[in-house]
């Protein structure tokens, strides 16, 4: 149980990290990007963010597994784009506007989420 908290406390902290760098690298690229909230309401998408990343995203993974195989991989771009717009869905407050800010925005998202695999 300590184990989890201790993940889901620094997983909600790597996502408040990489929306705040996403805000900032995706509105310099492309000015498509927007968090409209409190800083509460940051933390609360990068805990929904984090939970989904927990629960959602293995299912996922071992579901498309043989698009996982047959891509190389890149269809885990896909996964983790939905898992981003089901958190958005989830808590309203994050506008991203075109195709490639979703895609860049979830690949950003996913390179903070991989330092929490070396969390033990």
């Known amino acids: 149980m300590i184990f989890f908290l201790k993940r889901l406390f620094i997983g909600t902290v790597l996502n408040v990290i990489a929306i705040l760098a996403c805000q900032k690298i995706l509105n310099y ?6 968090f409209q909230g409190s800083p509460k309401d940051l933390v609360i998408l990068a805990l929904v963010l984090t ?21 190389l991989g890149l269809f885990s771009i896909v996964i983790n784009l939905v898992i981003l717009k089901g958190a958005t869905v989830l808590i309203p407050g994050l506008a991203i506007n075109s195709i490639i800010t979703w895609v860049s925005a979830s690949i950003i998202i996913s390179f903070f989420n991989s330092f929490l695999n070396h969390v033990k």
């Open 51 to 71: 939970l989904l990343n927990f629960l959602i995203k293995p299912i996922l993974k071992i579901i498309f597994l043989p698009l996982i195989w047959l891509t």
């Open 29 to 34: 690229l492309f000015n498509d990007f927007f």
